[in-house]
């Protein structure tokens, strides 16, 4: 039982970005943090041009997608959807699993997805400079990519623990021309404040975060570049379901669940949005996972409340499920799931029943990541386990119930440069990472209260 590729052409790329929040009965609006107000379009350009400040603010289903930003998506796009014959072989499970595969693109993830757009929009408003965080790497190796294509400086604060785990992926930020720093630094006031605090901290996305936003704010050059979380870039990443749309249609059928790794959520977003729309709109129902770290459980023990994306409070109030913007997680290998909160749209989805949330220990997850890369070839990135192990688990549910269904996840990327991490776990030298209750509680005793509440 081989495994099975459907693969679109170069002219069927999507042309246009699919919006949840059209099809979402109500959404919590940004709050400008000062006044308490949603934010406006005026109050976003400080660290990002007009189009992605629109985008960000927008109701509209469907938004074009640039002629240019189509042809670089055509290098690695369409992505190509598999069926893991080999898999549901060695599982013995009467479920039809597939996956959309986005370690194909330069960087290896789903990431160049909205790096391409961000670049693109960033140049065309004179734009010199990105500033971004990164977790793991790949969002930031994804920018660096998108800055070279685009003649733009890139500069990446990457969390100390991801940037220590994972040299090759900052050598590959290097090689794009970034330049990449560890989190928190001495080169930004939010940074040395943290340091002076303590010194050995391993930092979080929300520190990288407050370093990348500040140096935006202080260059009028410079623009902030957002990986995850935000609204335009989980519209950005739903070029990805929309074509496991058509490829499920050449195979004939269509998932009973659908599952993605969530650590911000842009992957998630990417794969879901668009079956979720189908479905709002009166199509095929599905059953959304989000499969989340246990270190860092956002969705299955976070508070639903405003909270700020960065730790020292520099970026609008968002309303989502977090576990507190000043919460540093547990050094776990999957870094770019190492984060306080959830992208809004995910949240709101949550919220409506509209998806529901599970969190995986780390090694149950590397477990997950060998049987699918002895079965299926492909070494997947820490991030992308989280969702395989949930696919496994409920393959074999299926197998207990004697029931056939289809399952879809997301393989958001390749873990070539993981290698060392899946090292560690063969030689029994990686742990699971406890949830910290208490750490959690001191996080969620200094949100935000917006002004006027």
């Known amino acids: 039982m081989d495994t099975i590729k459907y693969q679109l052409t170069d002219n069927q790329i999507p042309t246009s970005w699919y919006n949840l929040a059209a099809d979402l009965p109500e959404l919590a609006p940004a709050l400008h943090p000062g006044t308490g107000q949603p934010a406006t379009v005026a109050d976003l350009v400080a660290i990002m041009p007009k189009e992605l400040a629109e985008q960000e603010l927008s109701t509209e289903r469907e ?5 240019v930003v189509r042809q670089i998506y055509a290098q690695w796009r369409p992505s190509p959807l598999f069926r893991a014959r080999r898999l549901e072989q060695a599982l013995g499970t009467p479920a039809r699993i597939y996956y959309k595969y986005e370690g194909g693109s330069p960087a290896g993830s789903h990431k160049p997805n909205t790096g391409i757009a961000q ?41 100390k623990v991801s ?28 940074g040395r404040a943290i340091l002076a605090d303590d010194p050995d901290c391993p930092g979080s996305l929300g520190i990288a975060t407050s370093e990348a936003i500040e140096l935006a704010m202080n260059d009028p050059f410079t ?44 992957n998630l977003a990417g794969l879901a949005f668009p079956f979720l729309g189908e479905q709002l709109r009166g199509g095929h129902r599905v059953r959304v996972i989000a499969a989340e770290p246990e270190a860092c459980p956002s969705l299955t ?15 609008p109030l968002l309303k989502m499920h977090t576990l507190g913007h000043s919460f540093i997680p547990p050094a776990i290998h999957a870094g770019g799931l190492r984060y306080h909160g959830i992208a809004p749209l995910v949240s709101q989805a949550l919220q409506d029943g509209l998806l529901e949330a599970r969190a995986v220990a780390q090694t149950r997850c590397f477990d997950a990541g060998l ?22 688990d409920e393959a074999l549910r299926l197998k207990e119930e004697g029931r056939s269904q289809a399952i879809l996840f997301g393989l958001s990327g390749h873990g070539h440069f993981d290698l060392g991490a899946y090292e560690r776990y063969l030689a029994g030298e990686l742990a699971d990472e406890g949830y910290d209750q208490e750490r959690v509680e001191r996080a969620l005793a200094d949100l935000p209260t917006p002004a006027g509440s």
């Open 371 to 392: 049987t699918f890369a002895r079965t299926e070839g492909i070494v997947p990135a820490p991030e992308s386990t989280h969702a395989i192990r949930v696919a496994i």
């Open 163 to 190: 940037y220590h785990q994972k040299p090759y992926r900052r050598a590959l930020m290097h090689t794009y021309g970034a330049t990449c720093v560890a989190s928190p630094s001495t080169e930004t006031a939010a």
């Open 301 to 315: 023990k976070g508070r639903i409340a405003y909270d700020f994306g960065d730790t020292t409070g520099l970026t």
């Open 223 to 266: 623009n902030y570049a957002g990986g995850s979380v935000l609204n335009h870039v989980a519209l950005h990443q739903t070029v990805i379901g929309q074509e496991a749309l058509r490829q499920l249609d050449m195979a004939e059928d269509y998932p009973d669940i659908v599952i993605g790794a969530a650590g911000g959520g842009s």
């Open 119 to 159: 670049a693109f929009y960033n140049k065309e408003a004179g734009i010199r400079r990105l500033a971004t965080e990164t977790g793991a790497g790949q969002w930031g190796s994804s920018l660096s990519l998108a800055g070279a294509f685009f003649g733009l400086e890139v500069k990446v604060f990457m969390v």
């Open 63 to 67: 938004i074009e997608i640039p002629p």
